[in-house]
């Protein structure tokens, strides 16, 4: 069974950054694509930034040029970098891995920004 962990959630304030974490209990490279996704309160889950096993990424409008997403294949890790910060960002976010037959989904790290 795939396993996710996220990490790096916390509460800052607008303006400051953060970096997530997910650690995969597999090559990261088997999987066709990972990303992250978010849910906001009252919101439907939503795309974040994906990177597919080619390395081309994609990122939603509301985040294109604050957020990057990247890896380190050597260590299974995804990482989502988020800068400039706004109070629309809070969210838990959720580490996504495709392929293999299957859609995996880590717990979830929530972030919190207050204005």
């Known amino acids: 069974q795939v396993q996710l962990v996220e990490s790096g959630g916390g509460l800052v304030q607008a303006g400051e950054s953060l970096r997530l974490s997910c650690v995969a209990s597999?090559?990261?490279?088997?999987?066709?694509?990972m990303g992250w996704y978010r849910q906001g309160p009252g919101k439907q889950r939503e795309l974040v930034a994906v990177?597919?096993?080619?390395?081309?990424?994609n990122y939603a409008d509301s985040v294109k040029g604050r957020f990057t997403i990247s890896r380190v294949s050597a260590t299974n890790t995804v990482y989502l970098q988020m800068n400039s910060l706004k109070p629309e960002d809070t969210a838990d976010y959720y580490c996504?891995?495709?392929?293999?037959?299957?859609?995996?989904w880590g717990k979830g790290t929530l972030v919190r920004v207050s204005s």
């Open positions: 996504n891995a495709q392929g293999l037959g299957e859609d995996y």
């Open positions: 597999e090559r990261i490279l088997t999987f066709n694509a």
């Open positions: 990177m597919n096993k080619f390395g081309t990424t």
